[in-house]
């Protein structure tokens, strides 16, 4: 845990995290469109569009997500990724209608970048000392954060430690894990990119892979408590992720199944572009 890039200077490490994402994703969905000849303007309106509205999700899901107890002088509120998913994507789709530019080939472009992103955004959880995890049952597995961290606090609250107590129990590294999960997704994507047969499907293999990994490790968080009702065993994030990976898992059935919506929809590409190698310039 590492609140602060340096102490004398007021730079969060958490702000960095996520501005180095944005930056690195941006530069890598440039070099995948210029490989595919889309016009570069509409990558670079998108994406500073696209932050901001993925704030907006993000922030708006973390004022509706219960939240454990915070630390005093610390909000129980923060940004949950999976507005900003939600929002983002809804935003891709109205700025794909907006500028003539196929979905599917948006989607695609977008699919490695966004988990650039979002790896760099749960090493700036790490730091901050968010969305941690459950106390581990290995000891040598699992991290211990310190004194007056959201890990020490939830713990503390909770009984299981004391107040005297100069670290936390170790707990899953659940950041790091979403981090490790979301690099090797963004390399399974830039793969499979080159060899694409229908647009939109590395998207949708993202979209799927990703609300899988999501889904269990919210089982190791415990800064997520459950919803009430029906859905008690389940965090609001576990709900959302479903939700997106029952949408996603619809659409790609449907790929597969009826593949003539993808001659209907010009889904389809032509043999020379999907093996196509991406290139570096522009």
Known sequence: MHPHLWPPLPVSTYGLCISLGLIASWFLARSLAASQKVDLWKIDYFVTLVAFIALLGATVAGLVEP??????????????????????????????????????????????????????????????????????????????????????????????????????????PTQLLESLAAVLLAALCLHRFRTRRISGEIFLTMALTYCTARFALEFLRADNPPLAGFFHWMTFSQLATAALFLLALLTFLTFLIRRRHATAWNLRLPRASATSVPSTTG
């Open 67 to 172: 939240r454990t107890p915070a630390p005093v002088g610390e909000s129980n509120t923060s940004l949950v990724l999976v507005g900003a998913m939600i929002l983002g994507t809804a935003t891709g789709a109205a700025w794909a209608l907006l500028t003539r530019l196929p979905l599917g080939l948006l989607a695609d472009l977008l699919a490695a970048p966004l988990m650039i992103a979002v790896a760099f955004g749960r090493l700036g959880c790490f730091f901050a000392g968010c969305c941690w995890g459950k106390v581990c049952p290995v000891p040598n597995l699992g991290i211990c954060f310190p004194q007056n961290s959201f890990a020490w606090y939830g713990q503390l609250h909770r009984g299981i430690i004391y107040p005297a107590d100069p670290f936390s129990l170790p707990v899953f």
